[in-house]
């Protein structure tokens, strides 16, 4: 396999960017026309820092570029990662939304994969373009490892299709070939 390059996509970051600049405009506003009080200062002030970090967040996802290889996954942007396949120690799927969600009965939460090494973390989410293809990956490196998974991480991967035990080829291939 030659490197893939995984984005986060504008469409999928478009409610971030959002949500970060009306929470901006509303904290900033409120601070800008009201007469200063501690109290004002202390729920907008801290208001405003929480949304421009949350802009800043998301520009930074947005900024990150993931490099897929044979060999290791790593992240450019602001800052600069990498994790070789063959030192992988650790892989969290986690999915964050509502039981009703979780059960597809309703669209709407998003999953979360975290990879460690000895030194690095590094954590995506499922609006990364490529994401399955990227916890495929994953699963086939730690499997290759002998790092064992939690439950709940195996049965996120079933529910991205991804069996943890069995050596299957990546996402999209088999309907390929069928075709």
């Known amino acids: 396999m030659t490197a893939a390059q995984l984005h986060y996509p504008v469409r999928a970051l478009l409610g971030d960017y959002i949500r970060s600049g009306v929470g901006l405009l509303v904290g900033l506003g409120v601070l800008l026309t009201t007469p200063p009080s501690w109290a004002i200062l202390l729920i907008f002030g801290?208001?405003?820092?929480?949304?421009?970090?949350?802009?800043?967040?998301?520009?930074?996802?947005?900024?990150?570029e993931v490099t897929l290889s044979d060999t290791q996954v790593g992240c450019n942007g602001f800052f600069a990662k990498s994790i070789e396949w063959g030192q992988l120690s650790r892989i969290?799927?986690?999915?964050?939304?509502?039981?009703?969600?979780?059960?597809?009965?309703?669209?709407?939460?998003?999953?979360?994969?975290?990879?460690?090494?000895?030194?690095?973390?590094?954590?995506?989410?499922?609006?990364?373009?490529?994401?399955?293809?990227?916890?495929?990956?994953?699963?086939?490196?730690?499997?290759?490892?002998?790092v064992s998974l939690d439950p709940t991480s195996a049965g996120n991967l079933l529910q991205l299709g991804i069996d943890a035990d069995s050596d299957q080829p990546p996402p999209g291939t088999a309907s390929e070939e069928s075709s």
């Not at 801290?46 to 990150?64: D, E, S, W």
Request: net charge positive.
């Open 46 to 64: 801290g208001l405003t820092v929480l949304f421009l970090l949350f802009g800043f967040r998301t520009v930074q996802r947005h900024a990150t």
């Open 92 to 146: 969290r799927l986690r999915f964050y939304g509502t039981r009703r969600q979780a059960s597809g009965s309703s669209s709407g939460g998003f999953m979360e994969l975290k990879l460690s090494d000895r030194g690095t973390t590094m954590t995506f989410d499922s609006a990364l373009e490529g994401f399955e293809h990227l916890a495929w990956r994953a699963t086939k490196a730690a499997r290759e490892n002998g």
